[in-house]
């Protein structure tokens, strides 16, 4: 091992992905969707690098043109797999495929990509879900997270890494740029147990966010030492917890136009859950599984919190009441770092 690597186990996302269908036609498929994804992937990564130089059409508004890019890349990928339907977080309706395939797919194409132009990492994040017997097509994208046979992310950064799980684990894939391949570099991930130093929030916005999280806060920064991260960008955040622990915070913030300031249930929270969980995290809206939400729509916003699971147990005790202010920071009870 070197470097959290097992040199003798690095193979190429293709042959991994072969080995775990082993001849089943729908573990074939769910493979070969995801081999399209990551190929999109690779002319992302070269696009996005490219910055101002990039050769993209401007209609004004560059993030929102390269965020378009994204979606007809990979839709236009996946135009032959046997997708019924494909939700997008970059439009408002779901995209019908074939309404006879057997799997819907949930995309976050390029989120971030209004960071992009700051040099701050941005990533695409996707799910495959199976379409039962019976389900309604409206109802194929509206199912519980738990239902995801399969779900990553990729993070465009100083590396490009794609995290996946395929149902039993997580592993994180990282492309060699001269070969234009992903290859494995960490199999069977997993976050560790006890709780980091780091938890990453946006502080700014700690007057709104309900009593139980600025209780959290309030404790973190009266109580022992831990140190406060905020990239801005859930995928980057994710990567992080999975190679180091920590925990990351979104807390609801109801004031009127900041409603979107959540993210989505069906196209980020459910595909970084199930990931963080099959890593050893937890994921939760602060007290509730994610995992466990039945989404009313497609665009549906959910508070998220999800990390190293003792980290991620002790916001649910402030808000299902187990833990009060204080209890562990007495002298600090009264008082925080962020309290007004």
């Not at 990239?231 to 990567?239: F, M, N």
């Not at 937890?282 to 699971?309: C, M, W, Y």
Request: contains cysteine.
């Amino acid at each position: 091992m070197k470097n959290g690597i097992i040199e003798d186990d690095v193979i190429d996302l293709g042959t991994a992905l072969d080995q775990w269908a082993a001849g089943q036609p729908a573990r074939a498929a769910i493979g070969d969707m995801i081999a399209s994804i990551a190929a999109v992937a690779v002319d992302l990564e070269q696009r996005i690098a490219k910055g101002e130089l990039c050769d993209a059409p401007t209609d004004g508004d560059r993030r929102k043109t390269l965020d378009a890019i994204a979606e007809d890349m990979l839709v236009a990928a996946l135009s032959d797999a046997p997708i019924a339907i494909i939700g997008s977080a970059a439009r408002e309706k779901a995209i019908i495929l074939d309404p006879s395939a057997s799997f819907a797919l949930t995309l976050s194409p390029l989120d971030g990509a209004s960071n992009i132009d700051t040099n701050i990492p941005a990533g695409t994040i996707f799910s495959i879900l199976l379409i039962s017997d019976g389900d309604h097509m409206a109802e194929a994208l509206l199912q519980p997270g738990n239902r995801q046979l399969a779900a990553g992310f990729i993070l465009y950064g100083p590396k490009t890494s794609l995290a996946l799980t395929l149902g039993d684990g997580a592993a994180i894939y990282t492309l060699d740029r001269t070969e234009g391949v992903f290859s494995r570099s960490r199999r069977q991930v997993q976050i560790a147990a006890e709780s980091s130093s780091e938890y990453a929030i946006d502080a700014s916005a700690y007057r709104r966010w309900e009593a139980p999280m600025r209780a959290y806060v309030d404790d973190v920064a009266g109580g022992e030492r831990i140190d406060m991260r905020w990239i801005g960008s859930p995928v980057a955040e994710a990567y992080r917890i999975l190679i180091r622990g920590g925990l990351f915070l979104c807390p609801g913030d109801h004031r009127d136009g900041h409603e979107k300031s959540c993210p989505r249930l069906v196209c980020l929270a459910n595909p970084l859950a199930i990931v963080i969980e099959q890593a050893g995290g937890l994921a939760t809206d602060g007290e509730n599984r994610i995992l466990d939400l039945k989404p009313k729509t497609l665009h549906q916003r959910v508070s998220l919190v999800f990390g190293s699971k003792p980290m991620v147990e002790r916001v649910r005790g402030f808000h299902d009441g187990t833990l009060r202010l204080g209890e562990r920071s007495p002298l600090f009870g009264r008082r925080g770092l962020f309290r007004p």
